[in-house]
């Protein structure tokens, strides 16, 4: 499967908006890494 890239607008709770460069159909199982700046270690959802 190949990874793409985006940005993660309002992560919360209740869900976030992510726009990238890779169209994901829905109901598609996505995974999510986000590197947050100054931390070393990646989050991984």
Known sequence: ???G???VY???MGGCKVVGD???K???LL???L???EQT???TT
């Open 31 to 33: 995974t999510v890494h």
């Open 5 to 7: 890239i985006g940005i």
């Open 10 to 12: 309002n992560l919360g």
């Open 22 to 24: 890779r169209a994901v």
């Open 35 to 37: 590197q947050i700046p």
């Open 26 to 28: 829905r109901g598609a």
């Open 41 to 43: 270690i990646t989050i």
């Open 1 to 3: 499967m190949p990874d």
